[in-house]
């Protein structure tokens, strides 16, 4: 197994670019447990790395008892680490699990969930594969559940077209945040439509080889409508096109990679 994600995570220093972005990630976290429905808070991470978001924020919430549900990554030693951090924490209702969160089953205990983390994933995956994870989300949210997820805004700028995706698959924005001093962004959204059905075996996204992701400064095929501009108009002014999310968008043919360990692009 790579190291590389082991090796990313040592980039978490304190006033860093991660860093950084990991306080924004941490206060959007907050404010969806803190606007959460009573009872039981269903969590689905993917591609958690060692899950230093969510655990982060838990350590001191109130609602933390609450929380239930999986953290998945295949990196070994970051899901060790993860572990030894649940346990110190107490939260016997979490379980850090070791697969591959680009397939659909493996988050299927969580399912429907309140909270679904994806970030450090749409840097690392082509532009189809985002478009098909977003459409693919609302089988993964409960009704209301939050999307918390991270992408640069590196040349050409796809975050414009995130967030209208995110509109058409049924979603309304709560944020959107870029992280001072780099091109990192963090955004969150709550699917307002009815979920769609859950269905196993469906493959999300796959990672793809380093030099190949688009946060590696090489663009992967950009999924726009004809004379849809890269900087777009703000999510919130368009439409949803509930019709358009739920048809799934084209196969990727870009070669398979590495899936399922959040690289924290």
Not at 68 to 79: H, N, P, S, T, Y
Not at 83 to 88: G, S, V
Not at 229 to 253: E, F
Request: glycine share 10%; with cysteine.
């Amino acid at each position: 197994m790579s190291r590389e994600w082991v090796a990313w995570h040592e980039g978490y220093r304190p006033g860093s670019r991660l860093a950084r972005r990991l306080a924004i990630v941490r206060r959007l976290i907050r404010s969806a447990l803190d606007h959460a429905p009573r009872g039981r808070i269903r969590l689905l991470s993917l591609c958690a790395g060692d899950g230093r978001d969510i655990l982060g924020v838990l350590a001191d919430h109130p609602r933390a008892r609450e929380v239930e549900g999986l953290l998945i990554d295949r990196e070994r030693a970051l899901v060790a680490r993860g572990r030894q951090r649940l346990a110190a924490l107490g939260l016997s209702r979490l379980r850090f699990v070791r697969g591959d969160a680009s397939r659909s089953t493996s988050g299927a205990p969580a399912v429907p969930a309140q909270l679904v983390l994806a970030c450090g994933i749409f840097g690392n995956v082509s532009d189809r594969d985002v478009a098909r994870t977003i459409a693919e989300l609302p089988r993964l949210c409960a009704r209301g559940g939050t999307v918390i997820w991270t992408r640069g805004r590196f040349p050409p700028d796809l975050t414009p077209t995130i967030r209208r995706w995110f509109v058409e698959a049924g979603f309304a924005e709560l944020a959107f945040r870029t992280v001072r001093g780099s091109t990192a962004a963090v955004g969150a959204h709550r699917l307002r439509s009815a979920p769609l059905p859950f269905r196993r075996g469906l493959r999300l996204f796959t990672f793809l080889p380093k030099a190949q992701r688009p946060s590696a400064g090489r663009p992967s095929r950009a999924v726009r409508p004809a004379g849809e501009p890269a900087q777009g108009v703000s999510a919130r002014r368009r439409p949803p096109n509930r019709a358009r999310a739920r048809r799934p968008p084209p196969r990727s043919g870009s070669p398979r990679g590495r899936a399922g360990s959040r690289g924290r692009r």
